[in-house]
């Protein structure tokens, strides 16, 4: 490891005080909702949070086809993890203008599968309270080679920041009316 990135690891955990460690994830989180637009394409991200801070995150494009519709209004929820003989799946649920509870079932099944396992790497590290400077460095870091994953690691990014007090947006990473909807 890098002097560097040791002391600014070091001096993050200063700052912000070692949260404990919640392995076992809750069946119902809180979330976010955030829109982003990168290359023309609509993106969501459901961002779970866990004493306010971000815990896991689902991310993909929005699409008619798959289900991934939601309301511009809605920009919180909650994540709910539902087990079944089959196997684990997350479902997304918001309450419409009206008050009716609308649920988006199998997040996990809705997005692509090389995004759908990059977010649950970062949901690991998330979940391992890795201080969120450090979590956006090390996605903002990635070299990936597809024009499509880099938009998306944009995007997550952008997602995150919002979680930082404070954080400043680089100049070419600064929202406009095209990046966020």
Same mark, same amino acid.
């Given at each position: ?59 993909? =494009?929005?699409? &008619? +086809?798959?289900? /991934?519709?939601?309301? @511009? ?7 709910? *993890?539902? #087990? ?57 870091? =990635?070299?990936? &080679? +597809?024009?499509? /994953?880099?938009?998306? @690691? ?7 920041? *919002?979680? #930082? ?17």
């Amino acid at each position: 490891m890098h002097d560097e990135t040791l002391f600014a690891m070091q001096e993050a955990n200063t700052e912000n005080p070692r949260r404990e460690v919640v392995e076992v994830r809750p069946d119902v989180l809180e979330c976010d909702v955030v829109r982003f637009q990168n290359n023309k394409e609509k993106w969501v991200a459901f961002v779970g949070l866990l004493d306010g801070e971000p815990y896991e995150i689902f991310t993909g =494009l929005m699409d &008619d +086809d798959e289900g /991934i519709m939601i309301p @511009k209004s809605v920009n919180k929820g909650r994540i709910i *993890k539902n #087990v079944t003989p089959m196997g684990k799946r997350y479902d997304f649920q918001f309450q419409n203008k009206r008050g009716y509870k609308i649920t988006v079932e199998g997040l996990n099944e809705k997005f692509n599968k090389e995004y759908w396992n990059y977010a649950k790497l970062i949901s690991g590290v998330l979940r391992y309270r890795m201080p969120l400077e450090n979590v956006i460095r090390l996605v903002a870091s =990635l070299t990936l &080679d +597809d024009d499509s /994953i880099n938009a998306w @690691k944009a995007g997550v990014v952008r997602a995150l920041k *919002k979680y #930082v007090p404070g954080a400043n947006l680089e100049p070419e990473q600064q929202d406009t009316d095209e990046d966020i909807y």
